[in-house]
């Protein structure tokens, strides 16, 4: 698919949103190095993160594993104990099971060749192209929300942005533009526009180096842009949660390793039925996941969490064992530890949110 501004003018559309990109881009930790490790550390983390947000856990993760050989060979636990709080647990996962794969299959070198990469766990169309671009200066465009946003309102393309099927026509337009002689620099100018700039709400167009170029701007459809389709709304799971208490010990439960949250720690507990109390469904839940029978002591808060498909609302209680012995149906491991001890387990955020109030 041509690009759909004459060919002459995408010369000048690259020179002035890179020239606009050096002068304006954010200094950001990652855009000091140029070790793809590093830098694909970051693209993995940025998924479906805030900046602001993932600049700590980057620090921090790579102070922990800062080569590949040192994160292949680290604990899958100790690596989502790191990753604890961030979100999105398989990307640490994936991450970990990609780093044992490079080291094993292309002696610790990340693959320059893009199919290779791609065969990575986690290394998607994005990570690929921000990787391969930014570090090694392959000719490979970006596209992730920004980019969809900043193209939609440029040539007024008028397909949603969060439907699956157009991403290859803006995968198309956006291959048009990238610069060959600086693709990760293009790359990187394009995602930085759409954070700074071309803001879903309230753009600065007047601000923006292609303002000359924007369709939506010179006819006054910046609102318009980009389309999307309507969502449902995300549904809300009421959650009983048991701190089970035996002596001076807790009972925690690891969750299996595939699936939302895999491999993480947590307390037990499930969702309330439509017949039944808080208190009659951690009870009960705890009864058919780790076999023990428990009362309840009190109740110690009600956390409210969301994620990216639906909400969570968990009513935790303080629970007494009572009697029987574990025996596990749907965890894949369990630990009675004492309460001090927490902090050393990678536990999801919901659980974050109430630990500070469990007794010592």
Request: hydrophobic share 40%.
């Amino acid at each position: 698919m041509k690009a759909r501004i004459p060919e002459n003018e995408v010369g000048l559309l690259r020179q002035r949103l890179m020239r606009w990109y050096q002068k304006n881009r954010r200094q950001l930790p990652w855009r000091r190095t140029s070790d793809p490790f590093y830098i694909w550390v970051s693209e993995v983390m940025l998924q479906q993160t805030q900046v602001k947000t993932v600049i700590p856990y980057y620090l921090k993760f790579l102070e922990r594993f800062p080569d590949i050989k040192t994160l292949a060979g680290a604990d899958l636990q100790a690596v989502l104990k790191v990753w604890e709080g961030l979100g999105y647990y398989a990307r640490a996962r994936n991450l970990h099971r990609a780093a044992k794969m490079v080291l094993d299959r292309h002696d610790g070198e990340i693959p320059t060749e893009q199919q290779a990469f791609r065969r990575l766990p986690g290394v998607g169309p994005y990570i690929a192209s921000a990787v391969l671009s930014i570090a090694f200066g392959l000719p490979s465009a970006v596209v992730d929300g920004n980019v969809k946003r900043v193209l939609s309102r440029l040539f007024l393309i008028d397909l949603p942005v969060n439907k699956a099927s157009t991403l290859e026509t803006f995968r198309q337009v956006a291959s048009e533009l990238i610069s060959s002689r600086r693709p990760g620099i293009f790359n990187q100018a394009m995602m930085e526009l759409g954070a700074l700039v071309c803001r879903s709400f309230n753009p600065l167009c007047i601000s923006c180096p292609l303002m000359k170029n924007c369709r939506a701007f010179q006819t006054q459809q910046t609102a318009r842009y980009p389309q999307r389709i309507r969502t449902k709304p995300v549904p809300t799971h009421h959650i009983a949660v048991g701190v089970v208490y035996k002596k001076d010990r807790v009972l925690i439960t690891r969750r299996r390793p595939e699936g939302l949250l895999g491999g993480l720690w947590e307390f037990p507990g499930g969702k309330i039925g439509k017949k039944e109390t808080a208190q009659q469904a951690c009870i009960r839940e705890i009864k058919e996941e780790v076999n023990l029978h428990i009362k309840i002591d009190s109740a110690v808060t009600r956390v409210k969490h969301a994620y990216t498909h639906f909400k969570v609302v968990l009513d935790v209680f303080r629970c007494s064992y009572v009697s029987g012995r574990v025996k596990l149906n749907g965890p894949a491991d369990f630990r009675w530890i004492r309460p001090g001890q927490v902090d050393a387990y990678p536990f999801p955020k919901a659980n974050l949110k109430f630990i500070p109030l469990l007794e010592p």
